[in-house]
């Protein structure tokens, strides 16, 4: 742990474990910022399809991927920092299935991965953050102050990811989900650069009893603890 006054909370796990609502939950406690640097891939997955880009085509994402403005700008609640891609905030449009689907293939490129690691750690270095993904723990911040896997049994993410689409009003059959989320976990945890990975001191949480918020608490409760340790 470092002497940094605003800590670094680096945050991993697998699609569909809760990690953005646990990693907001978390940061609006503390009064920190909170990424979710998914986004980041899931923007330029939609940018690259919209501009009919191969995505199997490494040179031309990389090169895409250096090109683009990439702004990060709080929303109006504060906590969260939302990515901007040549000034346009692509929220809505990033959930797409079709961005889906391919901003796995997207990530698995080494000259994206670098670029986007490079905006990653300049967010983060000064500390005040909660950031989540999949190499945070492990290649953005490996020595954040605080580093947590988050993880849940595939059924119950699933489910998780049903109940999330119900509520924004879309349709898709749980078995689909499920199938697609395998999928994904298996490409972002078998890739050679940076795979999904547990890293060796992370502080580990299987969700899959637990309501996020309790999860969100025990993280909290793990800050805590070890802040009261240094006093
Ligand atoms: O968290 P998400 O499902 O929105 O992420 C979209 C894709 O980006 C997913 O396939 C994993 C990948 N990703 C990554 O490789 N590294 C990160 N730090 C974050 C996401």
């Known amino acids: 742990m470092t002497d940094r006054k605003e800590w670094i ?12 609502t646990v990693g907001h939950l978390v940061a609006k406690k503390l009064g920190y910022h909170f990424i979710n640097t998914g986004e980041m891939y899931r923007a330029l997955t939609w940018k690259a399809l919209r501009e009919g880009i191969d995505v199997k085509d490494a ?3 990389t090169a895409l991927a250096e090109r683009v403005r990439w702004e990060f700008k709080p929303t109006e609640e504060g906590t ?6 040549d000034g346009e ?3 809505l449009q990033i959930r797409d299935e079709q961005v889906s689907k391919h901003s796995s293939t997207v990530a698995g490129v080494p000259g994206v991965r670098r670029r986007l690691r490079g905006l990653q750690r300049e967010l983060g270095e000064a500390g005040g953050i909660v950031m989540e993904g999949r190499d945070i723990t492990t290649n953005v911040f490996p020595d954040a102050d605080f580093k947590i896997y988050l993880d ?4 119950e993410r699933a489910r998780r990811r049903y109940r999330q689409l119900r509520a924004s009003g879309k349709e898709g059959a749980i078995e689909d989900i499920l199938k697609a989320m395998t999928a994904r976990d298996r490409q972002d945890s078998e890739r050679k650069i940076n795979p999904l990975r547990q890293a060796a001191d992370a502080f580990v949480i299987d969700s899959t009893d637990l309501s996020l918020r309790e999860v969100a608490d025990k993280i909290l409760d793990h800050i805590r603890a070890r802040r009261g340790r240094r006093k």
């Open 152 to 155: 849940a049994a595939p059924e």
């Open 89 to 91: 905030g692509v929220t």
């Open 80 to 85: 969260t920092l939302k990515t901007f891609i």
């Open 59 to 61: 040179e031309a994402l």
């Open 9 to 20: 909370i680096a945050m991993d796990g697998p699609a569909g474990v809760g990690k953005s």
